[in-house]
């Protein structure tokens, strides 16, 4: 059975950091591409950012480009948002996904994710 668990949110300032962590089992963690996504209130589920199974390519939203840092831990089976100069836009649930079905780099939608975390909140107050 596969396990997605996300961890790490909370309510910052502005400007200020928090480093989101998704623990993946279940699956050969080596093989799933690995993203997050969030949702604010009212709001479609939108794509942040994803890296690939080696880690070697990662993309970003334009919207979190230059702020947001992805990464992951094959040995840990984790893997990282790193989330700095926060904005109240940031404001949402964000979701670990992963899917190991993929063998070209990609997967920017909702739909090309099997397996998918609770979420936790990120509030950034201005």
């Known amino acids: 059975q596969v396990q997605v668990v996300e961890s790490g949110g909370g309510l910052v300032q502005a400007g200020g950091s928090l480093r989101l962590s998704c623990v993946v089992s279940?699956?050969?963690?080596?093989?799933?591409?690995l993203a997050w996504f969030r949702q604010a209130p009212g709001k479609e589920r939108e794509f942040v950012s994803l890296?690939?199974?080696?880690?070697?390519?990662?993309s970003y939203a334009d919207s979190v480009k230059g702020r947001f840092t992805i990464s992951r831990d094959n040995v840990k089976n984790t893997v990282y948002l790193q989330m700095n100069s926060l904005k109240p836009e940031d404001t949402a649930v964000y979701y670990c996904?992963?899917?190991?079905?993929?063998?070209?780099?990609?997967?920017?939608?909702?739909?090309?994710?099997?397996?998918w975390g609770q979420g936790t909140q990120v509030t950034v107050s201005s």
């Open positions: 996904a992963a899917d190991d079905r993929r063998t070209n780099y990609g997967g920017y939608t909702v739909a090309e994710y099997a397996y």
């Open positions: 890296i690939s199974r080696s880690g070697g390519s990662t």
């Open positions: 279940g699956r050969t963690f080596s093989r799933c591409t």
